[in-house]
């Protein structure tokens, strides 16, 4: 299910949230409404939790994470450290870190599994990715950009890369993240598919502009209509009746 939200008329969805299999985040301020189109999917399956990076608001782009953690900036405050860690499961890490290219979100695209960075990301933090998200790290472009962060979303079932990418580059990602990949675009048009949605296994959310072309695209690659969380559990359910029997 693709859903279509505003922050404070701003449709660039994937500056203000950042979205996993195991958490979400939302900036402080905003309109409530913001807040509660998450909360409205995602509550029965995930927390959906307020938050704010080094007093900014564009924590999905100073941040990165999957279902095994998040990786924050060093500038994050204390504060704001605990209350993020008070609010996530258990299970999930949290670490900061200390990187010259800051906007972490803008740098590093990943799923569960893989991660995709700047080529001239830190070894350290490289290190600390790996550690902390789970993942296996290539240094990679999109479409010649180095803001690969920026330039695509990923899930575990598939991406959507700036429409600008090649054939030969899309075959080349599809191989190294093991997932199907699609060239497109969100708001209307707007190849900057990191900042203006975010995706997980089972939901996305796209800014107000987003066309229902792009919609049904989005839909399709991330395989969100057969995929709401009560559907996989029933798949489960069914599998373990097999099983048992």
């Given at each position: 299910?693709?859903?279509?939200?505003?922050?404070?008329?701003?449709?660039?969805?994937?500056?203000?949230?950042?979205?996993?299999?195991?958490?979400?985040?939302?900036?402080?301020?905003?309109?409530?409404?913001?807040?509660?189109?998450?909360?409205?999917?995602?509550?029965?399956?995930?927390?959906?939790?307020h938050?704010?990076?080094?007093?900014?608001?564009?924590?999905?782009?100073?941040?990165?994470?999957?279902?095994h953690?998040?990786?924050?900036?060093?500038?994050?405050?204390?504060?704001?450290?605990?209350?993020?860690?008070?609010?996530?499961?258990?299970?999930?890490k949290?670490?900061?870190?200390?990187?010259?290219?800051?906007?972490?979100?803008?740098?590093?695209?990943?799923?569960?599994?893989?991660?995709?960075?700047?080529?001239?990301?830190?070894?350290?933090?490289?290190?600390?990715?790996?550690?902390?998200?789970?993942?296996?790290?290539?240094?990679?472009?999109?479409?010649?950009?180095?803001?690969?962060?920026?330039?695509?979303?990923?899930?575990n079932?598939?991406?959507?890369?700036?429409?600008?990418?090649?054939?030969?580059?899309?075959?080349?990602?599809?191989?190294?993240?093991?997932?199907?990949?699609?060239?497109?675009?969100?708001?209307?048009?707007?190849?900057?598919?990191?900042?203006g949605?975010?995706?997980?296994?089972?939901?996305?959310?796209?800014?107000?502009?987003?066309?229902?072309?792009?919609?049904?695209?989005?839909?399709?690659?991330?395989?969100?209509?057969?995929?709401?969380?009560?559907?996989?559990?029933?798949?489960?359910?069914?599998?373990?009746?097999?099983?048992?029997?």
């Amino acid at each position: 299910m693709a859903v279509r939200v505003q922050f404070e008329n701003n449709n660039e969805v994937g500056v203000f949230s950042k979205l996993t299999n195991s958490y979400c985040l939302v900036a402080i301020g905003g309109s409530e409404n913001f807040y509660s189109v998450f909360e409205a999917e995602l509550a029965e399956t995930i927390p959906v939790i307020h938050a704010s990076l080094a007093g900014c608001r564009i924590i999905g782009r100073m941040s990165v994470g999957n279902r095994h953690g998040l990786i924050v900036p060093n500038a994050t405050t204390d504060t704001e450290l605990q209350h993020i860690r008070n609010s996530l499961p258990d299970s999930v890490k949290l670490q900061r870190v200390e990187e010259r290219l800051s906007a972490l979100g803008n740098v590093i695209a990943c799923n569960d599994y893989v991660a995709l960075v700047h080529p001239d990301l830190d070894r350290e933090t490289e290190e600390i990715l790996a550690d902390t998200l789970n993942v296996e790290v290539f240094r990679q472009t999109v479409s010649s950009n180095v803001l690969v962060g920026s330039y695509c979303a990923l899930t575990n079932q598939g991406g959507l890369v700036h429409p600008h990418t090649s054939p030969q580059d899309q075959d080349e990602l599809s191989s190294l993240l093991q997932i199907p990949l699609v060239a497109g675009t969100v708001n209307r048009g707007s190849e900057v598919i990191g900042a203006g949605m975010v995706v997980n296994d089972w939901a996305a959310f796209c800014g107000f502009d987003t066309t229902s072309t792009e919609i049904s695209v989005i839909e399709s690659v991330f395989k969100l209509n057969e995929a709401q969380p009560s559907a996989i559990t029933t798949s489960m359910r069914a599998s373990l009746i097999d099983s048992i029997a």
